[in-house]
């Protein structure tokens, strides 16, 4: 049977109460009460927004669901994870200080948040997969111990995987600190000394120490960069680069596999919402205002990660008539990660568009 996604349109101007009623009519049609049982902890996977950034998924978006959780008996509660570069998001203190700036709190959204992953990020457990490239990954413990998960996806470009979508929230946003890690060490950048100014930026971003100056340039040590890939954001001067094409294919796969895993001992009790507005060239972790780069389209919600994704990007394409990747980052070919999370028996692209 083909997978069923289901869509309606919206955009980030309707009225919040507009949006509540197409929110809950998706949670209805995808049949997101089947995921929960009376007296579940329902962990809802959200990100936040990095400190500078509004097109995150917003506070009012995201109560809908709360409410609908709460009166299917479920026990929900927003959660995230730490990241793993300088950012107001890498220790749980900080990260919930952000999240209730960013709106966040019980009165608007009816639900705690919880970090994930702990204080420092090193609250995770090692989960067996049947993957390709790993046979454990290294997760956020809160993905294992909750007894269900709504997995709130805003789908943007990515630097690193050209899409963010659910696979992304999934296997990067779920990932420990260690799991991260094994992620990004398939992306070891360089300096182009020729386009390099010396400013010296990408060295107090770096969170490893990983880059000195060897005279007006930058270098980065290889044995001591992790590939967190925040050099390459933050060098205003093209002067950080790496090979796309080998070094994003494998961090795709590495993303899928954690997604897998971070899954696996939740069959029938994991859903997907995806938020096709505001879409930007980069994810939600860039500190600063950015400009959608897609008018907006609406929410999508369904039951499989991977065909989730392929609808976002098939109707963003529908959309605007070119690929996501036209737009954000063309070297990538971000349909690596939906095949390999396919082989992997994670879902299927294959589906079936419905619109409520
Ligand atoms: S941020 Fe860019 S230009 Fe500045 S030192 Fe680093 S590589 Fe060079
Ligand atoms: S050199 Fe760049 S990619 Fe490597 S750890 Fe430092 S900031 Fe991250």
Do not use: W
């Given at each position: 049977m083909v997978e069923?996604?289901?869509?309606?349109?919206?955009?980030?101007?309707?009225?919040?109460?507009?949006?509540?009623?197409?929110?809950?009519?998706?949670?209805?049609?995808?049949?997101?009460?089947?995921?929960?049982?009376?007296?579940?902890?329902?962990?809802?996977?959200?990100?936040?927004?990095?400190?500078?950034?509004?097109?995150?998924?917003?506070?009012?978006?995201?109560?809908?669901?709360?409410?609908?959780?709460?009166?299917?008996?479920?026990?929900?509660?927003?959660?995230?994870?730490?990241?793993?570069?300088?950012?107001?998001?890498?220790?749980?203190?900080?990260?919930?200080?952000?999240?209730?700036?960013?709106?966040?709190?019980?009165?608007?959204?009816?639900?705690?948040?919880?970090?994930?992953?702990?204080?420092?990020?090193?609250?995770?457990?090692?989960?067996?997969?049947?993957?390709?490239?790993?046979?454990?990954?290294?997760?956020?413990?809160?993905?294992?111990?909750?007894?269900?998960?709504?997995?709130?996806?805003?789908?943007?470009?990515?630097?690193?995987?050209?899409?963010?979508?659910?696979?992304?929230?999934?296997?990067?946003?779920?990932?420990?600190?260690?799991g991260k890690l094994r992620q990004h060490s398939a992306m070891l950048p360089q300096i182009k000394e020729s386009s390099c100014t010396g400013c010296g930026v990408c060295m107090r971003w770096c969170p490893v120490q990983a880059i000195e100056m060897r005279g007006s340039v930058a270098f980065i040590r290889a044995e001591d960069c992790i590939g967190c890939g925040e050099c390459l954001v933050v060098c205003r001067f093209d002067a950080v680069q790496h090979d796309w094409k080998t070094d994003t294919s494998l961090l795709q796969k590495r993303m899928a596999e954690h997604a897998l895993g971070a899954v696996i001992n939740k069959k029938g009790k994991v859903a997907f919402m995806s938020f096709l507005i505001s879409i930007t060239k980069d994810c939600d972790c860039i500190g600063r205002r950015q400009s959608p780069i897609v008018p907006d389209i609406g929410i999508l919600a369904g039951m499989d990660p991977v065909a989730i994704d392929t609808a976002s990007l098939d109707l963003i394409r529908e959309s605007t008539g070119k690929e996501l990747a036209d737009s954000a980052y063309p070297q990538i070919d971000y349909r690596v990660q939906l095949q390999h999370a396919q082989e992997i028996g994670l879902g299927k692209m294959a589906y079936q568009l419905v619109e409520v």
């Open positions: 069923k996604v289901y869509f309606a349109k919206a955009n980030r101007n309707e009225a919040p109460e507009t949006l509540a009623q197409k929110i809950k009519k998706l949670y209805h049609a995808a049949g997101f009460k089947s995921c929960i049982d009376a007296g579940d902890l329902v962990a809802v996977k959200m990100h936040f927004g990095e400190k500078g950034s509004d097109t995150h998924v917003q506070p009012h978006m995201v109560r809908p669901l709360i409410e609908q959780i709460k009166t299917d008996g479920g026990k929900p509660f927003l959660t995230d994870t730490n990241v793993l570069y300088k950012s107001a998001r890498n220790n749980a203190v900080d990260h919930l200080e952000l999240a209730q700036a960013h709106g966040f709190t019980m009165e608007n959204v009816g639900a705690p948040v919880v970090i994930g992953d702990g204080l420092l990020g090193r609250n995770e457990l090692e989960v067996e997969i049947p993957g390709k490239l790993f046979s454990k990954v290294s997760i956020a413990a809160v993905a294992l111990d909750t007894d269900a998960m709504i997995v709130v996806t805003h789908a943007t470009g990515h630097m690193g995987t050209g899409f963010g979508g659910a696979l992304k929230n999934l296997g990067m946003g779920l990932a420990s600190r260690m």
